[in-house]
């Protein structure tokens, strides 16, 4: 984004200006006018002028200042930008290969995950509809971080955001963890105080639904399954995966005395394809399994030749995200990650 300021008393015309200059992603925006960006650095305090670091691909600076007006072109408050604040931060680090996801030509997206008290206090949605539109909270702030990608970065389809099919989440794409839950959310699990507000970014692919319903033995074979889906980069590669079960479905494992990490076992065990599988997706998809054990990316014993030799969609267990949000029905739905390139997830304390 250039670095500009304009005055008009033409509110028409300064929307259509942002289309003209590229500044927008092809939704309307609302206008960064001084008083609104000031509004959101008020909310955090500190310096416009301070550097968060680099965005990606084009390595513009990302300023507090500039990183707000792009929140406010996202229709974001001031009490939503310190999620924004600290989702940047998370995307920013090494694992997560911002610049990797956004260049890819598989369709991942970096999803924000918000957890803790600010998630219910801030209205954002983690029951029906989690991934869908109709609040506020979510889509700002999902939309603030595509916009800052798009003005800072240069993430433009076709000439840096280099995915041939693309994903409908490069509009925004953030969910809330739901409190009814049996067990800890995602941001305590790794390592944040459990009276925290915390986001999550997980570049993903979009949400494949999971129609799971009875035992958990009868759910889980399910999940395996839609886990271990051929087309999808982890059966290639490993990396991380997202499961995403609802809030009756957590309960109905807890019931039965199954714990986040017990399930995340299971599916290690069970979510996998054969050599043969692989062979049979031709010789790109196999030599890319095989170059990966090379290179150290998977375990040697993932490359055998051994045609019915299981291979797991991830390296470990660990590498299982599961996180409870959704309406309570018999949904739940598995988000396939970028593969062992990384987008991995990283967990960010939300300062407010």
Same mark, same amino acid.
């Given at each position: 984004?250039?670095?500009?300021?304009?005055?008009?008393?033409?509110?028409?015309?300064?929307?259509?200006?942002?289309?003209?200059e590229?500044?927008?992603?092809?939704?309307?925006?609302?206008?960064?006018?001084?008083?609104?960006?000031?509004?959101?650095?008020?909310?955090?305090?500190?310096? /416009?002028?301070? +550097?968060? *670091?680099?965005?990606?691909?084009?390595?513009?600076?990302i300023?507090?200042?500039?990183?707000?007006?792009?929140a406010?072109?996202? #229709?974001?408050?001031?009490?939503?930008?310190?999620?924004?604040?600290?989702?940047t931060?998370?995307?920013?680090?090494?694992?997560?290969?911002?610049?990797?996801?956004?260049?890819? +030509?598989?369709?991942?997206?970096?999803?924000?995950?918000?957890? #803790?008290? &600010?998630?219910?206090?801030?209205?954002?949605?983690?029951?029906?509809?989690?991934f869908?539109?109709?609040?506020?909270?979510?889509?700002?702030? *999902?939309?603030?971080?595509?916009?800052? &990608?798009?003005?800072?970065?240069?993430?433009?389809?076709?000439?840096?955001?280099?995915?041939?099919?693309?994903?409908?989440?490069?509009?925004?794409?953030?969910?809330?963890?739901?409190?009814?839950?049996?067990w800890?959310?995602?941001?305590?699990?790794?390592?944040?105080?459990?009276?925290?507000?915390?986001?999550?970014?997980?570049?993903?692919?979009?949400?494949?639904?999971?129609?799971? !319903? *009875?035992?958990?033995?009868?759910?889980?074979?399910?999940?395996?399954?839609?886990?271990?889906?051929?087309g999808?980069?982890?059966?290639?590669?490993?990396?991380? +995966?997202?499961?995403?079960?609802?809030?009756?479905?957590?309960?109905?494992?807890?019931?039965?005395?199954?714990?986040?990490?017990?399930?995340?076992?299971?599916?290690?065990?069970?979510?996998?394809?054969?050599?043969?599988?692989?062979?049979?997706? /031709?010789?790109?998809?196999?030599?890319?399994?095989?170059?990966?054990?090379?290179?150290?990316?998977?375990?040697f014993?993932?490359?055998?030749?051994?045609?019915?030799?299981?291979?797991?969609?991830?390296?470990?267990?660990?590498? !299982?995200? !599961?996180?409870?949000?959704?309406?309570?029905?018999?949904?739940?739905?598995?988000?396939?990650?970028?593969?062992?390139?990384? *987008?991995?997830?990283?967990?960010?304390?939300?300062?407010?």
């Open positions: 984004m250039s670095e500009i300021s304009f005055f008009t008393d033409d509110y028409e015309a300064a929307v259509e200006r942002f289309y003209a590229g500044w927008t992603d092809g939704l309307p925006v609302v206008l960064p006018t001084r008083k609104l960006v000031d509004g959101l650095l008020a909310e955090v305090g500190r310096d /416009g002028d301070e +550097t968060l *670091g680099l965005m990606p691909p084009k390595a513009g600076r300023t507090i200042e500039k990183l707000a007006i792009n406010v072109m996202g #229709g974001c408050t001031p009490a939503l930008f310190p999620v924004v604040v600290a989702a931060q998370a995307m920013l680090e090494p694992e997560h290969n911002l610049n990797g996801v956004i260049q890819t +030509t598989h369709m991942c997206v970096s999803l924000a995950i918000v957890g #803790g008290p &600010m998630a219910r206090a801030l209205g954002f949605n983690a029951s029906d509809g989690v869908g539109n109709g609040f506020r909270a979510n889509g700002a702030v *999902g939309r603030s971080l595509r916009l800052a &990608m798009w003005n800072l970065g240069g993430a433009v389809p076709g000439q840096t955001d280099m995915a041939t099919q693309s994903n409908p989440a490069e509009y925004a794409y953030c969910i809330a963890e739901s409190e009814d839950s049996p800890e959310p995602l941001h305590v699990e790794r390592g944040c105080d459990a009276r925290s507000s915390a986001v999550t970014v997980f570049a993903c692919e979009g949400p494949h639904s999971a129609d799971c !319903i *009875g035992t958990p033995a009868e759910m889980l074979y399910v999940l395996a399954d839609t886990m271990a889906s051929l999808n980069n982890n059966v290639t590669s490993g990396g991380q +995966t997202l499961v995403v079960l609802n809030p009756r479905q957590a309960e109905e494992f807890a019931k039965a005395g199954w714990t986040k990490d017990s399930i995340r076992n299971h599916l290690w065990e069970n979510a996998r394809r054969t050599v043969a599988e692989l062979k049979g997706c /031709g010789q790109h998809r196999s030599g890319m399994r095989q170059s990966f054990v090379t290179q150290g990316r998977n375990p014993w993932f490359g055998v030749n051994l045609p019915g030799a299981r291979i797991p969609v991830t390296n470990t267990p660990e590498d !299982i995200h !599961i996180v409870v949000a959704g309406g309570r029905t018999y949904f739940a739905a598995v988000c396939p990650g970028w593969g062992s390139f990384g *987008g991995y997830a990283v967990t960010k304390q939300i300062e407010a």
